[in-house]
Nanobody, 123 residues
Framework: QVQLVESGGGLVQAGGSLRLSCAAS????????MGWFRQAPGKEREFVAA????????YYAGSVKGRFTISRDNAKNTVYLQMNSLKSEDTAVYYC????????????????WGQGTQVTVSS
C-alpha cells in the first residue's frame, strides 16, 4: 500500500508558476513509476507527466511539454511537478499516482492515487 498526499496548488495568474509536491509513504517509493494527471470540471482525467522509478526518464503530454517539469527525490519520497508559463486551460485538480515498476499514461494503469490539489489559473 502506498499513500500519496499532494500539495502546492493554488491560484495564480496566467504566465505564472507553481510547484506541486506529492509525498509518498508506505512501500518503497523508489520501486514505483510516478505520474501526474489532471481533471477539469466536466472533463476526463488526463495524463500530464510521468517519471520512471529511477528518475532517468520522463514523459509529458504535448500540451505541457516545454512548460512543465516532473522530477523526484527518492530520499525524500517525493515527486514534484514544476509548472511554468501557466495558462487558463491548465486549471484543474491535479493528482499524483503510483504504478509499480512502470510509467503508463492511462489512469486505469495506476494503482495508487492522492486526493488531488486544485490549480486555478486566472487570465
Amino acid at each position: 500500500q502506498v499513500q500519496l498526499v499532494e500539495s502546492g496548488g493554488g491560484l495564480v495568474q496566467a504566465g505564472g508558476s507553481l510547484r506541486l509536491s506529492c509525498a509518498a509513504s508506505g512501500r518503497t517509493f523508489s520501486w514505483y513509476g510516478m505520474g501526474w494527471f489532471r481533471q477539469a470540471p466536466g472533463k476526463e482525467r488526463e495524463f500530464v507527466a510521468a517519471i520512471t522509478y529511477s528518475g532517468s526518464s520522463t514523459y509529458y503530454a504535448g500540451s505541457v511539454k516545454g512548460r512543465f517539469t516532473i522530477s523526484r527525490d527518492n530520499a525524500k519520497n517525493t515527486v514534484y511537478l514544476q509548472m511554468n508559463s501557466l495558462k487558463s486551460e491548465d486549471t484543474a485538480v491535479y493528482y499524483c499516482a503510483a504504478a509499480p515498476g512502470r510509467v503508463p499514461n492511462r489512469p486505469n494503469d495506476y494503482d495508487y492515487w492522492g486526493q488531488g490539489t486544485q490549480v486555478t489559473v486566472s487570465s
